[in-house]
Protein backbone atom coordinates (compact mmCIF):
# COMPACT_ATOMS: atom_id res chain seq x y z
CA UNK A 1 0.00 0.00 0.00
CA UNK A 2 1.32 2.87 -0.92
CA UNK A 3 1.66 6.46 1.15
CA UNK A 4 1.44 8.66 -1.70
CA UNK A 5 -1.33 11.30 -1.32
CA UNK A 6 -3.82 11.31 -4.50
CA UNK A 7 -4.92 15.00 -5.11
CA UNK A 8 -8.52 15.68 -5.09
CA UNK A 9 -8.77 19.11 -5.30
CA UNK A 10 -6.38 22.16 -6.62
CA UNK A 11 -6.86 25.66 -6.96
CA UNK A 12 -4.22 28.42 -7.73
CA UNK A 13 -4.81 32.09 -8.85
CA UNK A 14 -3.80 35.75 -7.50
CA UNK A 15 -6.04 35.54 -4.56
CA UNK A 16 -6.03 31.88 -2.96
CA UNK A 17 -4.39 28.42 -3.42
CA UNK A 18 -6.39 25.37 -2.13
CA UNK A 19 -4.74 22.20 -2.27
CA UNK A 20 -7.29 18.90 -0.90
CA UNK A 21 -5.52 15.41 -0.37
CA UNK A 22 -6.19 11.98 0.38
CA UNK A 23 -3.47 9.06 1.88
CA UNK A 24 -3.10 6.27 4.00
CA UNK A 25 -0.75 7.44 6.50
CA UNK A 26 1.47 4.55 8.09
CA UNK A 27 -0.83 3.34 10.99
CA UNK A 28 -3.11 2.30 8.33
CA UNK A 29 -5.97 5.81 8.75
CA UNK A 30 -7.39 7.50 5.78
CA UNK A 31 -6.58 10.85 6.07
CA UNK A 32 -8.17 13.55 3.88
CA UNK A 33 -6.71 17.22 4.40
CA UNK A 34 -6.93 20.38 3.29
CA UNK A 35 -4.78 23.64 2.93
CA UNK A 36 -5.92 27.28 1.97
CA UNK A 37 -3.77 30.06 1.97
CA UNK A 38 -4.14 33.62 0.92
CA UNK A 39 -5.48 36.93 0.58
CA UNK A 40 -9.24 35.28 0.20
CA UNK A 41 -8.41 33.06 3.42
CA UNK A 42 -6.90 36.01 5.34
CA UNK A 43 -10.45 37.86 4.67
CA UNK A 44 -12.81 35.03 5.82
CA UNK A 45 -10.81 33.98 8.79
CA UNK A 46 -8.97 36.66 9.67
CA UNK A 47 -5.43 34.89 8.60
CA UNK A 48 -3.59 33.99 5.48
CA UNK A 49 -3.51 30.07 6.14
CA UNK A 50 -6.38 27.68 6.82
CA UNK A 51 -5.60 23.88 7.45
CA UNK A 52 -7.97 20.67 7.96
CA UNK A 53 -8.03 17.39 8.22
CA UNK A 54 -10.18 13.92 8.61
CA UNK A 55 -9.01 10.76 9.75
CA UNK A 56 -10.78 7.40 9.53
CA UNK A 57 -9.27 4.70 11.54
CA UNK A 58 -8.83 1.28 9.70
CA UNK A 59 -11.62 -0.60 11.08
CA UNK A 60 -13.96 2.29 9.74
CA UNK A 61 -12.45 2.64 6.33
CA UNK A 62 -13.72 -1.11 6.53
CA UNK A 63 -16.93 0.29 6.95
CA UNK A 64 -16.71 2.93 3.99
CA UNK A 65 -15.54 0.45 1.41
CA UNK A 66 -18.57 -1.95 1.90
CA UNK A 67 -20.72 1.22 1.61
CA UNK A 68 -19.45 2.50 -1.01
CA UNK A 69 -19.38 -1.71 -2.56
CA UNK A 70 -15.21 -1.15 -2.57
CA UNK A 71 -13.75 -4.77 -1.36
CA UNK A 72 -13.10 -4.57 1.98
CA UNK A 73 -9.51 -3.77 2.02
CA UNK A 74 -9.69 -1.77 -0.81
CA UNK A 75 -7.41 0.76 -0.37
CA UNK A 76 -5.82 2.54 -3.44
CA UNK A 77 -9.28 1.49 -5.08
CA UNK A 78 -10.85 3.93 -2.14
CA UNK A 79 -8.62 6.49 -2.63
CA UNK A 80 -9.08 6.48 -6.70
CA UNK A 81 -12.47 6.11 -5.95
CA UNK A 82 -12.60 9.36 -3.84
CA UNK A 83 -10.08 11.52 -6.32
CA UNK A 84 -12.83 10.62 -9.07
CA UNK A 85 -15.98 11.10 -7.31
CA UNK A 86 -15.17 14.00 -4.49
CA UNK A 87 -12.56 16.24 -6.72
CA UNK A 88 -14.65 19.46 -6.54
CA UNK A 89 -13.57 22.59 -3.90
CA UNK A 90 -16.77 21.33 -1.66
CA UNK A 91 -14.90 17.57 -1.73
CA UNK A 92 -13.39 17.95 1.92
CA UNK A 93 -17.48 18.60 3.10
CA UNK A 94 -19.09 16.16 0.80
CA UNK A 95 -15.95 13.27 2.34
CA UNK A 96 -17.46 14.49 5.87
CA UNK A 97 -21.13 14.23 4.96
CA UNK A 98 -20.14 11.28 3.91
CA UNK A 99 -19.20 9.27 6.56
CA UNK A 100 -21.69 10.97 8.50
CA UNK A 101 -24.27 9.37 6.51
CA UNK A 102 -22.93 6.15 6.89
CA UNK A 103 -21.82 6.40 10.30
CA UNK A 104 -18.59 6.28 10.17
CA UNK A 105 -16.45 7.33 12.92
CA UNK A 106 -14.15 10.14 12.30
CA UNK A 107 -12.05 12.71 13.71
CA UNK A 108 -11.53 16.08 12.53
CA UNK A 109 -10.07 19.57 13.16
CA UNK A 110 -9.16 22.40 11.50
CA UNK A 111 -7.03 25.95 12.39
CA UNK A 112 -6.07 29.37 11.08
Not at 76 to 97: A, P, V
Request: charged letters at 25%; a negative charge; hydrophobic letters at 35%.
Amino acid sequence: MSNEPVLLFSLQNDHIKVTIEAFFDKAGNLVVEGYDIGRTVEKYWGDSDYEYSVTVAPEEVDKLNIALGLPVTARTELLTYLQTHYNQNDCYSKIRDLLSLHKIKHEGFSWT
